[in-house]
């Protein structure tokens, strides 16, 4: 089924600019499903489009900011567009992107990508060869990328070696291969906190979605039961 989504064909990634992302955590997650996530190194250009994200908007208690700002989460302060990169439990980093104006604090969680460029890399990264384990998750996309702290506060937008991108489709090709793909929301993952917010962004039956499966059923929020008082 992976190798069905694997684009072998040549394509063109233009840089993002700061002025096309949405000034806004939740319309920000929805908008870079589809968008690439490119790291160009000196051993070749790693690639992947990214089809899961999970949003952290402000006053999110299941969100690093909720308490104000630290020296650990400054970059998340940061113009929309940057990275804040944080390693989790002290075992997989985790690229996400700031997503608010003005010193508030927001941000995007890459979850998940499609691999394009530098399979052959991402697979020395990995020490695997199996497609669909490279960078489906957040921790196992960062170590295919090679992301680490070191790109924390790194200006996605900018002309860095890590950056944000849109597959730019020729003429020719648009109406024989682009296909507009659908895009859902359910619950975040790995969370207590707000546990119940559809707020987790991700390509319908795109086998490089992360997590398991029964969570890419939107919950229907009129069958949970509210308590009932004592008259």
């Not at 113009?79 to 980093?93: E, K, Q, S």
């Not at 702290?149 to 109406?175: F, N, P, S």
Request: proline content about 7%.
């Amino acid at each position: 089924m992976a190798e069905n989504f694997h684009n072998t064909q040549h394509f063109a990634i233009r840089r993002l600019r700061r002025e096309e992302l949405p000034h806004q955590t939740v319309r920000l997650a929805r908008f870079l499903i589809g968008k690439v996530v490119v790291h160009d190194l000196p051993a070749g250009r790693l690639s992947g489009r990214i089809v899961e994200t999970e949003a952290y908007p402000p006053g999110d208690p299941a969100g690093h900011h909720f308490r104000g700002p630290t020296p650990r989460i400054r970059s998340m302060y940061l113009a929309p567009g940057h990275a804040y990169v944080f390693l989790n439990y002290g075992a997989h980093f985790m690229l996400n992107v700031t997503s608010e104006p003005d010193r508030n604090a927001g941000g995007v969680l890459i979850r998940a990508l499609e691999p394009l460029d530098g399979i052959a890399l991402m697979e020395q990264h990995r020490k695997t060869t199996r497609l669909l384990d490279l960078t489906r998750g957040p921790g196992r996309l960062a170590a295919a990328l090679e992301i680490d702290r070191r790109h924390d506060g790194l200006d996605l937008c900018g002309d860095g070696k890590l950056w944000l991108g849109e597959i730019v489709d020729d003429v020719a090709t648009v109406k024989n291969r682009r296909v507009r793909r659908r895009v859902s929301k359910t619950v975040r993952i790995g969370i207590s906190r707000a546990a119940d917010k559809l707020l987790r962004f991700y390509e319908c039956d795109n086998p490089f979605v992360s997590g398991p499966k029964h969570l890419l059923v939107p919950i229907d929020r009129k069958s949970i039961r509210r308590p009932q008082t004592k008259p």
